[in-house]
T-cell receptor, first 114, second 115 residues
Framework: GENVEQHPSTLSVQEGDSAVIKCTYS??????FPWYKQELGKRPQLIID?????GEKKDQRIAVTLNKTAKHFSLHITETQPEDSAVYFC?????????????FGTGTKLQVIP | DGGITQSPKYLFRKEGQNVTLSCEQN?????MYWYRQDPGQGLRLIYY?????DFQKGDIAEGYSVSREKKESFPLTVTSAQKNPTAFYLC????WGTGVNQPQHFGDGTRLSIL
C-alpha cells in the first residue's frame, strides 16, 4: 500500500521567516496531494492541494510543489504569522478499484515565534 | 465545516462495552471516512464508504465496525475487541464520482477514553 513520510515532525520559526514541510510517497499511482491544517482542538481543514498534472500551485503566502519523478511534494509558507501555528498534514490519494484511497503523513507541528 | 456533525464530543467506554460514534453530514457527499488520530501518528484510516450499503476496510479496521444505511450517516462502533480504543476519532466526507479526487471535509471529532 501507499506510504507517506512527512518531515520534520516539529518546526519552530521566527515570525516573518519561511517554513517548509516535506512529504514523500511510495505509490506512483497517487495523483492528488492535499494539505490540511489542524489548529489545537479543531478539525483539520484543507489549505491547498495539487494534482499530479501540475508542478506548483500558489495561494497568497502558501505554495505547494510536486516532483512526480522523485515522489515528493512540499508545502511552503512565507512571511509566517503566529496564526500559522498549527499541525500540518500532507496526504496522497489515488483511485483504487473505483475507490478514493487516502493516506496521510504523520503531521508537522509548526510553531511561529512572535 | 458545519455540514458534518459528530457526536458525542467526549465518550467514555467501560471494559467489554461496545460504543457507537455518530457522524452525520448534510453536504450531499457520497463518500464518508473514519480516522483515528493518535499523538505522533497522524490520521489513520479505519473504514470508508463511497456509496450507501457499501464500505471498505481501511488500514486499522480490526475492532471496529460501520454501517452506511443512509447517505447522510456513517456511524462507527468501537467494539470490545478493540483493546486500545483511547484516541481522537475524526469523521470526514467528500464528493465522489466526478472522476477526480476531491478534498475531505472533517467533523469536530469525538474523544474516546476508557474508564
Amino acid at each position: 500500500g501507499e506510504n507517506v513520510e512527512q518531515h520534520p515532525s516539529t518546526l519552530s520559526v521566527q515570525e516573518g521567516d519561511s517554513a517548509v514541510i516535506k512529504c514523500t510517497y511510495s505509490d506512483s499511482a497517487s495523483n492528488y496531494f492535499p494539505w490540511y491544517k489542524q489548529e489545537l482542538g479543531k478539525r483539520p481543514q484543507l489549505i491547498i492541494d495539487i494534482r499530479s498534472n501540475v508542478g506548483e500551485k500558489k495561494d497568497q503566502r502558501i505554495a505547494v510543489t510536486l516532483n512526480k519523478t522523485a515522489k515528493h511534494f512540499s508545502l511552503h509558507i512565507t512571511e509566517t504569522q503566529p496564526e500559522d501555528s498549527a499541525v500540518y498534514f500532507c496526504a496522497a490519494e489515488k483511485n483504487s478499484g473505483g475507490y478514493q484511497k487516502v493516506t496521510f503523513g504523520t503531521g508537522t507541528k509548526l510553531q511561529v515565534i512572535p | 465545516d458545519g455540514g458534518i456533525t459528530q457526536s458525542p464530543k467526549y465518550l467514555f467506554r467501560k471494559e467489554g462495552q461496545n460504543v457507537t460514534l455518530s457522524c452525520e453530514q448534510n453536504l450531499n457527499h457520497d463518500a464518508m471516512y473514519w480516522y483515528r488520530q493518535d499523538p505522533g501518528q497522524g490520521l489513520r484510516l479505519i473504514y470508508y464508504s463511497q456509496i450507501v450499503n457499501d464500505f471498505q476496510k481501511g488500514d486499522i479496521a480490526e475492532g471496529y465496525s460501520v454501517s452506511r444505511e443512509k447517505k447522510e450517516s456513517f456511524p462507527l462502533t468501537v467494539t470490545s475487541a478493540q483493546k486500545n480504543p483511547t484516541a481522537f476519532y475524526l469523521c470526514a466526507s467528500s464528493i465522489w464520482g466526478t472522476g477526480v479526487n476531491q478534498p475531505q471535509h472533517f467533523g469536530d471529532g469525538t474523544r474516546l477514553s476508557i474508564l
